[in-house]
């Protein structure tokens, strides 16, 4: 009677909506995905942002190349999620390799950088294969995690207060920038630059997963509306759709375990986007939709490439061995960058794809690969023992973006918090039999 029981709550709720997770659909998917970045590249982006000295120069055999290379990897990548590697995949994929791809084959940029990115890869998918890694179990975790989390969200949320970041407090979208450098003087002192990161990159979203895990939809509320609170304190846009990315996540991985919900999701973004730009002549929703988040990241890879081949790299002198190696630039990297771009004042972050080049050239490319490939296999380890993998996936999902899209690798781990939230959600696991048990009474 109880095992009917829980299996007629369990489908009490039924999802509207059926992708099928097989390949052939994920291909389809793939190719229509690549089909709308290239007409988003060549019809708004490159007429656009041309001023800024994007090109428009295909040549046939790089072309045709960058869709070869782009079958392969349609053919091997994860097409279902059932581990936490395969959202992590499945995001590089259509998010960064995608559009490298696709400015790859329409601006003839440099082969090599692309091969260098594509066997770091590589090497991901190879070393995140391996056996699950055995993680010691802490009595009491679950417990610990949560009062972390939530000391964590209290503390943080009570200095924002204090400090007297609420006379900032701000929810228009366009005066953001008039009050972000000024509150963020106010609240970023000292270790609380690492606290108010990781309270909306972490604490947050590990929070709101739980409760959505736990059907404690009241709290949910709670916390979504608390994103909204640091959002207007601290003018930080992101910090306002962190919760969405999390609820996405439970409404969609939960019932439909296709990857290729990741490209129709982003091709709708696309096509909306261009539609606003086509129609109404808007080119805002554009400019962030398909400009920022799949060409800019792109682009800077290429110049990394470009940069740092010809000029000294840096060898992680700028934080984790500056004791021993100077630092050869006047300025951050970043800043370095953006000055090669012709923009001094602009801070051009990117993914460890890039800044591992940075680093220590193929070698740094190549360590970085091997190491994202061991993240992989803890994250998968962890949904082993008693958390749901969209659990675990929205836990991490913002540390982890940052990291596919917008990150060198230390400054993810620690100052983006994916260290901090991998380690609270290792927290959370039970132990391996417990796990074992409530699995054969899901399957009864």
């Given at each position: 009677?109880?095992?009917?029981?829980?299996?007629k709550?369990?489908?009490?709720?039924?999802?509207?909506?059926?992708?099928?997770?097989?390949?052939?659909?994920?291909?389809?998917?793939?190719?229509?995905?690549r089909?709308?970045?290239e007409?988003?590249?060549?019809q708004?982006?490159?007429?656009?942002?041309e001023?800024?000295g994007?090109?428009?120069?295909?040549?046939?055999?790089?072309?045709?190349?960058?869709?070869?290379?782009?079958?392969?990897?349609l053919?091997?990548?994860?097409?279902?999620?059932?581990?936490?590697?395969?959202?992590?995949?499945?995001?590089?994929?259509?998010?960064?390799?995608?559009?490298?791809?696709?400015?790859?084959?329409?601006?003839?940029?440099?082969r090599a950088?692309?091969?260098?990115?594509?066997?770091?890869?590589?090497?991901?998918?190879?070393i995140?294969?391996?056996?699950?890694?055995?993680?010691?179990?802490?009595?009491g975790?679950y417990?610990?995690?949560l009062?972390?989390?939530?000391?964590?969200?209290?503390?943080?949320?009570?200095?924002?207060?204090?400090?007297?970041?609420?006379?900032?407090?701000?929810?228009?979208f366009?005066?953001?920038?008039?009050?972000?450098?000024?509150?963020?003087?106010?609240?970023?002192q000292?270790?609380?630059?690492?606290?108010?990161?990781?309270?909306?990159?972490?604490?947050?979203?590990?929070?709101?997963?739980?409760?959505?895990?736990?059907?404690?939809?009241?709290?949910?509320?709670v916390?979504?509306?608390?994103?909204v609170l640091?959002?207007?304190?601290?003018?930080?846009?992101?910090?306002?759709?962190?919760?969405?990315?999390?609820?996405?996540?439970?409404?969609?991985?939960?019932?439909?375990?296709?990857?290729?919900?990741?490209?129709?999701?982003?091709?709708?973004?696309?096509?909306?986007?261009?539609?606003?730009?086509?129609?109404?002549?808007?080119?805002?929703?554009?400019?962030?939709?398909?400009h920022?988040?799949?060409?800019?990241?792109?682009?800077?890879?290429?110049?990394?490439?470009?940069?740092?081949?010809?000029?000294?790299?840096v060898?992680?002198?700028?934080s984790?061995?500056?004791?021993?190696?100077?630092?050869?630039?006047d300025?951050?990297?970043?800043?370095?960058?953006?000055?090669?771009?012709g923009?001094p004042?602009e801070?051009?972050?990117?993914?460890?794809?890039?800044?591992?080049?940075?680093?220590?050239?193929?070698?740094?490319?190549?360590?970085?690969?091997?190491?994202?490939?061991?993240?992989?296999?803890?994250?998968?380890?962890i949904?082993?023992n008693?958390?749901?993998v969209?659990?675990?996936?929205?836990?991490?999902?913002?540390?982890?973006?940052?990291?596919?899209?917008?990150?060198?690798?230390?400054?993810?781990?620690?100052?983006?918090?994916?260290g901090?939230?991998?380690?609270?959600?290792?927290?959370?696991?039970r132990?391996e039999s417990?796990?074992?048990?409530?699995?054969?009474?899901a399957?009864?």
């Amino acid at each position: 009677m109880r095992v009917v029981g829980a299996r007629k709550k369990q489908n009490a709720i039924r999802p509207i909506f059926v992708l099928p997770n097989n390949r052939l659909v994920f291909i389809v998917v793939g190719v229509l995905f690549r089909m709308a970045l290239e007409l988003g590249y060549r019809q708004f982006v490159f007429p656009v942002y041309e001023y800024t000295g994007l090109s428009l120069d295909v040549e046939t055999l790089k072309y045709l190349e960058s869709w070869f290379i782009f079958a392969i990897l349609l053919m091997w990548f994860p097409v279902r999620l059932i581990r936490v590697s395969d959202y992590m995949l499945g995001y590089l994929l259509f998010v960064f390799l995608s559009p490298l791809l696709v400015f790859y084959g329409l601006t003839n940029a440099e082969r090599a950088h692309l091969y260098i990115v594509l066997g770091s890869v590589t090497l991901t998918l190879l070393i995140k294969s391996g056996r699950p890694i055995r993680i010691p179990y802490v009595s009491g975790g679950y417990f610990l995690s949560l009062t972390i989390v939530y000391l964590g969200i209290a503390f943080v949320t009570a200095w924002m207060f204090l400090s007297g970041g609420m006379s900032y407090f701000n929810l228009d979208f366009s005066r953001v920038y008039d009050f972000r450098e000024v509150v963020g003087g106010v609240l970023d002192q000292g270790p609380m630059a690492y606290l108010n990161t990781w309270a909306t990159k972490a604490f947050g979203p590990i929070a709101l997963a739980v409760a959505l895990w736990r059907r404690q939809f009241l709290l949910a509320v709670v916390l979504i509306g608390l994103h909204v609170l640091w959002f207007g304190i601290s003018s930080h846009k992101a910090v306002l759709f962190y919760p969405l990315l999390v609820v996405f996540v439970w409404l969609a991985f939960r019932y439909i375990k296709a990857i290729a919900l990741l490209p129709l999701s982003m091709s709708l973004m696309i096509g909306l986007a261009f539609y606003l730009y086509v129609e109404f002549d808007e080119i805002m929703v554009g400019a962030v939709l398909i400009h920022r988040v799949f060409f800019v990241p792109a682009e800077l890879t290429f110049q990394y490439y470009e940069f740092f081949s010809a000029n000294p790299l840096v060898y992680w002198s700028e934080s984790l061995t500056s004791w021993f190696l100077q630092y050869p630039y006047d300025v951050s990297t970043p800043r370095v960058i953006g000055g090669f771009r012709g923009h001094p004042e602009e801070n051009a972050n990117n993914t460890y794809l890039a800044t591992g080049f940075m680093h220590a050239g193929v070698f740094g490319m190549a360590f970085y690969g091997v190491i994202v490939g061991v993240i992989m296999r803890v994250l998968d380890s962890i949904a082993r023992n008693g958390v749901p993998v969209w659990v675990v996936v929205a836990g991490a999902i913002v540390p982890v973006q940052a990291l596919l899209t917008s990150a060198d690798l230390p400054p993810a781990l620690l100052t983006h918090g994916l260290g901090i939230a991998m380690m609270l959600l290792c927290l959370l696991r039970r132990k391996e039999s417990v796990a074992y048990q409530s699995d054969l009474r899901a399957r009864a």
